[in-house]
């Protein structure tokens, strides 16, 4: 029969969190209320100034037509406008700047644009699982490096084999990190840089959480660095800074040749994004920022609250800096998956087992603060009545 799928498809593998959704479609069926702190997908709603724009845009006939593939410059101008302002980084909107249909596409697309069968690609684990597999989609080989728990998620350089590290063509970082809540400062970012300095590896930085901190100083951007620029190409979303995780809307910015090759692929396979999103994009940038404020201050207070929950459950955990995300360790050496299997059957609360982000995230769990207060509140008094 030709109706079989691609190996591509078939190789995929099995979608865990296909199985979670199942257990919480069941329980929803017996009736259980259920808490679900498993999405990373912001619950607010997007800032009204935001949506007026998108409303004015919409009824722009310009915007009825293909828009351009690159992306409006307008939009490009206002993430590098972003980018000097909240950086110090100067980018060229024509050469150095592409709008994306969210990041995610241009993650997948990238390998796409600078990956041959047999390219050796750094993927972090735990990790947000598109890069390995679409890595893998063009035939690329994956190696997954470990992250260091006591310093902040960083990368385990050293864990990575010399003759890797020397045959690597990419890497890939994403700080402040899913599912970890790790940060990287700019230190931690040289570091980085030197590695693929001498190793000749290109770094591809996804910088979606750069704007959900906690604490001062706020996460920087890779291209900070002097050098970064002329091996590296990072990706900034306004999915989780402003809400938007559905207009899809993101921006790659920096190496020119990077940007221009993930741009090529694009004019080829898609036809950039909707002009009123785009301008709503651009309002979001440019305009009165006090919403991120507000964002961040009603995450932290739900941080704080959850904290309390899971202390009481025993799991050893410190606040996370940055991202919604709580990565906590799993005491008694149980399994993620049995453990989020008893958080939903005995209290209705849905948390993500980390092995679902690799193998090195087996033993932890990943909960996302994006329930109000009061329901939070009320995951925390169903914690106190689990004993592990
Ligand atoms: C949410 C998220 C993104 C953003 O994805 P979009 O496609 O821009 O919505 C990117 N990277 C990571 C690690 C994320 O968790």
Redesign the pocket.
């Known amino acids: 029969m030709k109706i079989e799928p691609a190996d591509r498809v078939k190789d995929l593998p099995p979608y865990l969190f296909a199985a979670i959704d199942k257990m919480k479609r069941a329980a929803r069926d017996r009736g259980v209320d259920i808490i679900d702190l498993g999405v990373?997908d912001p619950d607010l709603p997007t800032p009204p100034h935001i949506v007026e724009a998108l409303r004015q845009a919409v009824a722009n006939p310009e915007h009825h037509r293909y828009p351009s593939y690159m992306g409006m410059l307008s939009s490009r101008q206002a993430v590098c406008d972003f980018y000097a302002r909240r950086f110090g980084v100067e980018l060229s909107a024509e050469r150095e700047a592409l709008t994306l249909i969210?990041?995610?596409?241009g993650l997948a697309h990238f390998p796409l644009a600078m990956v041959n069968p047999g390219d050796l690609v750094l993927v972090p684990d735990p990790a947000?699982p598109v890069y390995a597999t679409t890595t893998r989609f063009v035939g690329g080989e994956v190696f997954t490096y470990g992250l260091l728990p006591d310093q902040q998620f960083l990368p385990d350089l050293e864990g990575i084999p010399v003759d890797v590290a020397d045959r690597a063509k990419i890497m890939i970082i994403?700080y402040p990190n899913?599912p970890t809540g790790g940060v990287a400062t700019l230190d931690d970012y040289a570091r980085i840089l030197r590695f693929a300095q001498q190793h000749d590896i290109l770094v591809v930085s996804?910088l979606?959480y750069s704007e959900m901190f906690y604490d001062e100083p706020a996460p920087p951007s890779f291209l900070q660095l002097p050098g970064a620029r002329e091996r590296s190409m990072e990706?900034y979303?306004l999915?989780?800074t402003y809400n938007m995780?559905g207009w899809r809307v993101?921006y790659a910015v920096g190496n020119e040749q990077l940007v221009g090759a993930l741009g090529k692929i694009k004019t080829n396979v898609d036809s950039g994004v909707f002009g009123a999103v785009q301008e709503a994009g651009v309002v979001a940038l440019t305009g009165d920022q006090s919403c991120v404020d507000e964002m961040r201050n009603a995450y932290r207070r739900r941080r704080d609250l959850l904290m309390e929950g899971l202390r009481a459950m025993g799991l050893d955990v410190s606040p996370p800096r940055a991202t919604f995300y709580v990565f906590a360790r799993i005491p008694h050496g149980m399994d993620s998956m049995t453990f989020a299997r008893r958080l939903l059957e005995e209290q209705g609360i849905v948390a993500t087992p980390g092995v679902g982000f690799g193998e090195r995230g087996e033993g932890y769990i990943r909960f996302a603060l994006t329930v109000d207060e009061p329901r939070m509140a009320e995951a925390v008094e169903r914690m106190k009545k689990i004993t592990l």
């Open positions: 990373g969210g990041s995610k596409e947000y994403n899913n996804d979606a990706f979303s999915s989780k995780t993101a």
